[in-house]
């Protein structure tokens, strides 16, 4: 007799790599440690707060602190320089880098993880629309099992380690 979990549902997606209790990042093709891994909590917020300080004072110096001054320097750091470089100013000071995800997410014979591709910029259009929902605050703080930021998640990014 068939039973409802050797078919599984579609509500549960094809299956990706590792399953539960995989490495970070193991579903998206990216090693668990070391560079190009997803990058740890501690890291992506100290490259925040730099990157905010940065805006701050320089709302401060040229735009006689206006209050949205430095959410709007904040945002073209961010549409610039991850659309070119593919990290901000520090990101590049905590050994990040936002990373476009090409390759699709399936399973090799082995079971392993699919390779994600070249590690590539996030690119223009991606990095505003990473941009406009990260500046949103809300997309940012909620997170899928892999540690990413649901405006990463939307962009097709990842942030990870040099």
């Known amino acids: 007799m068939v039973e409802r979990e050797d078919v599984g549902s579609w509500l549960s997606g094809p299956p990706v790599?590792?399953?539960?209790?995989?490495?970070?990042?193991s579903r998206l093709g990216l090693p668990p440690e070391g560079?190009?891994?997803?990058a740890g909590?501690?890291?992506?917020?100290?490259?925040?707060?730099?990157?905010?300080?940065?805006c701050q004072a320089i709302a401060y110096a040229f735009f006689d602190a206006h209050p949205m001054a430095a959410l709007i320097i904040f945002a073209v750091e961010n549409v610039l320089l991850v659309g070119t470089m593919?990290?901000?100013l520090g990101h590049a000071l905590f050994g990040l880098r936002v990373r476009r995800l090409v390759a699709p997410r399936t399973l090799l014979d082995?079971?392993?993880?699919?390779?994600?591709?070249?590690?590539l910029p996030a690119g223009p259009l991606r990095g505003l629309v990473r941009t406009v929902l990260l500046?949103?605050?809300?997309?940012?703080?909620?997170?899928?099992?892999?540690?990413?930021?649901?405006?990463?998640?939307?962009?097709g990014t990842a942030i990870v380690r040099r």
């Not at 490259?47 to 300080?53: E, G, N, Q, S, T």
Request: glycine share 22%.
């Open 86 to 88: 593919g990290s901000t």
């Open 17 to 25: 790599g590792g399953g539960a209790g995989a490495p970070r990042g």
């Open 135 to 155: 500046c949103l605050v809300i997309p940012a703080v909620i997170w899928d099992a892999d540690g990413r930021g649901l405006h990463d998640r939307l962009a």
């Open 41 to 54: 909590m501690g890291r992506r917020v100290g490259a925040l707060l730099v990157d905010w300080a940065a």
């Open 110 to 119: 082995d079971g392993s993880a699919h390779d994600p591709g070249p590690d």
């Open 35 to 38: 560079r190009g891994s997803l």
